[in-house]
């Protein structure tokens, strides 16, 4: 059993920065692929960055307009925490963004295969 709290969202301008926490608790998270998703208002919820239990291997959405490059998916086993840096943050990137928790082995970019979420955390980019 995973439980999963994120903080960090709020409302900021274009071309702003946040840093989207998310703490777990329970036994296996350090064996846990953890991945954040994100739903806008009447859009279906998708995937935005992923990361496997060791850190060493992480994952970002490959739709147009894409994160990568200025988001970055980070974890601390040690402290239960997996977090996402997000820079450069334009109106489209307006969403509740949600963290999970799957298996070790899990395909990372399905919604599907992820057995744990968080409430959400609103971030708005607006001037």
């Known amino acids: 059993q995973v439980q999963l709290v994120e903080s960090g969202g709020g409302l900021v301008q274009p071309g702003d920065s946040l840093r989207l926490s998310c703490a777990a608790s329970?036994?296996?998270?350090?064996?846990?692929?953890m991945g954040w998703f994100r739903q806008a208002p009447g859009k279906e919820r998708e995937f935005v960055a992923a990361?496997?239990?060791?850190?060493?291997?992480?994952?970002?959405?490959l739709y147009e307009d894409s994160v990568k490059g200025r988001f970055t998916i980070s974890r601390d086993n040690a402290k239960n925490t997996v977090t996402l840096q997000m820079n450069s943050l334009k109106p489209e990137d307006t969403a509740v963004y949600y963290c999970?928790?799957?298996?070790?082995?899990?395909?990372?970019?399905?919604?599907?295969?992820?057995?744990?979420w968080g409430q959400g955390t609103q971030v708005t980019v607006s001037s």
């Open positions: 329970g036994r296996t998270f350090s064996r846990s692929a």
């Open positions: 999970a928790a799957g298996n070790v082995d899990i395909d990372v970019r399905s919604r599907t295969a992820y057995n744990y």
């Open positions: 990361i496997r239990w060791s850190g060493s291997s992480t994952y970002y959405a």
